[in-house]
């Protein structure tokens, strides 16, 4: 085992070899899948905003509240305690328990004839899929070394960008069949509406898929995560312990992330916006927003991940922490742009630019913070991203703008410029929220690189 402590390297054994030597890589992808399916579960609400409020008879703002409130909010809230169990127990069974249980709420979701029932399953979906990127994060932290971490990372995210695509491409293409025949009859179950159809299509394979998850080897935990396996002991007040002893790393870590994702999350609303502003359908709505999170978020994934590992093993440990900062300015020109472009073929365009941009905070925050996180701590720390990004990002993302849009702004126009103002305002704000913890990050950086070698 050898370490460059100076370039703050990852002390690592001798190269696996055959099977054992892509198995993290295989393992990464498996967790991909599971992450294109619980965005493809939560996306596919926003192209049936106008079938759920004609049939629920719902606002705007109640309509945010199946998105921000059901399911972001109980995502981000359960956070909390999950990670305290991934840091505990079996993490992959843990996921598939998780995978169950959000694929049920989305068959639940195409049961609902009320608002209540349907404000209900995203609660359940919101639940479940707060199982999943806790635990993952310290999955693949075991299974890398932290060069290679940010790359497995991308590859994991990715399944948000395919999920997310394959939610507006395929839910667009569906929507639009179905719209021929705004009632289905289902053995058992009777006549469902349309999009009660669509909740219960894209729900019923994640069964299989949460079968497949228990099949993956839980890879052993390392440092203080194997201690405090052999003793019992998590006490959850070392997180906050931690939180303390660098406040400006906090900060930036977690509050600078959570103004990145609120910019992030607005994109809710584009579906919508291009039927509103262009008159567009369900169908071309979906085909141009899909196709701009598959071809923009791997763009910006690929580069990232590259770019941020290429710097790591350089020796710039806060490059995580710098590209973040500088994506929020980068996100804010064509979110500012987009709602307000004079024609259909801009906003379509600015879309990818906007994915790009997308791609940075899901791979380089949760890296940067098991880079710096004690292993015991790992996952409740990941959980605490989550919360963070999750409250503000999955939260008000949505909400904030359908505010601004019923409650500030007025006329036909209110949308876009509820949507502009957001990114004006929160893009300068989370440059500067991320840039006061640098010199923090690479103080502790270099402790966890001294305690590898040392260990």
């Known amino acids: 085992m050898h370490a460059d402590p100076a370039a703050g390297a990852e002390p690592v054994a001798a190269p696996a070899t055959g099977w054992r030597r892509y198995y993290p890589w295989y393992v990464a992808g498996v967790l991909m899948v599971a992450y294109v399916l619980s965005f493809l579960d939560r996306q596919i609400l926003y192209l049936m905003v106008g079938p759920i409020r004609r049939d629920l008879h719902i606002t705007d703002f109640e309509f945010s509240l199946l998105t921000g409130g059901a399911l972001g909010i109980f995502y981000t809230l359960m956070g909390l305690p999950i990670g305290y169990l991934a840091d505990r127990y079996n993490r992959k069974n843990l996921i598939a328990i998780g995978i169950s249980v959000w694929s049920l709420m989305t068959v639940l979701c195409g049961l609902a004839r009320t608002y209540p029932v349907l404000f209900l399953g995203r609660i359940g979906v919101g639940v479940g899929e707060a199982t999943l990127s806790p635990s993952a994060y310290s999955l693949i932290s075991d299974s890398f070394d932290k060069t290679r971490l940010p790359r497995a990372m991308s590859l994991y995210v990715l399944g948000l960008f395919i999920g997310a695509g394959l939610a507006l491409i395929l839910g667009g293409e569906v929507i639009g069949l179905l719209q021929k025949t705004p009632e289905v009859v289902l053995p058992y179950v009777g006549a469902v509406r349309s999009w009660n159809l669509v909740f219960i299509v894209i729900g019923l394979p994640g069964l299989l898929i949460a079968l497949w998850v228990s099949t993956l080897k839980e890879p052993a935990r390392t440092g203080e995560a194997r201690s405090a396996m052999a003793t019992g002991k998590f006490p959850f007040a070392e997180v906050f312990a931690f939180l303390r002893r660098y406040p400006l790393m906090a900060l930036s870590l977690f509050v600078g992330s959570a103004m990145f994702s609120v910019i992030a999350y607005t994109d809710s ?11 567009w359908t369900a169908r071309e709505t979906g085909r141009m927003n899909g196709i701009s999170s598959v071809i923009g978020g791997p763009l910006g994934l690929l580069f990232v991940g590259w770019y941020s590992s290429r710097a790591l093993a350089r020796g710039k440990s806060d490059a995580c922490m710098k590209l973040t900062a500088w994506a929020a300015l980068g996100i804010m020109i064509p979110a500012c742009l987009l709602p307000i472009a004079p024609s259909a073929t801009i906003m ?33 720390l990941g959980a605490i991203f989550l919360l963070a990004t999750g409250l503000f990002g999955v939260s008000m993302g949505p909400i904030l703008p359908a505010f601004l849009s019923d409650f500030v702004f007025t006329g036909a126009r209110a949308l876009p410029h509820a949507l502009s103002t957001t990114a004006l305002v929160l893009g300068p704000l989370t440059f500067c929220i991320t840039w006061l913890g640098l010199k923090q990050y690479r103080q502790r950086y270099a402790e966890m690189a001294q305690i590898r070698h040392s260990g």
């Open 269 to 279: 609303w584009y579906p919508e916006l291009f039927v509103r502003t262009w008159g």
């Open 348 to 380: 379509a365009g600015l879309l990818i630019p906007y994915k790009f941009f997308i791609a940075f905070t899901p791979v380089l925050i949760p890296s940067a913070i098991q880079m710096v996180a004690p292993n015991h701590l790992r996952a409740q």
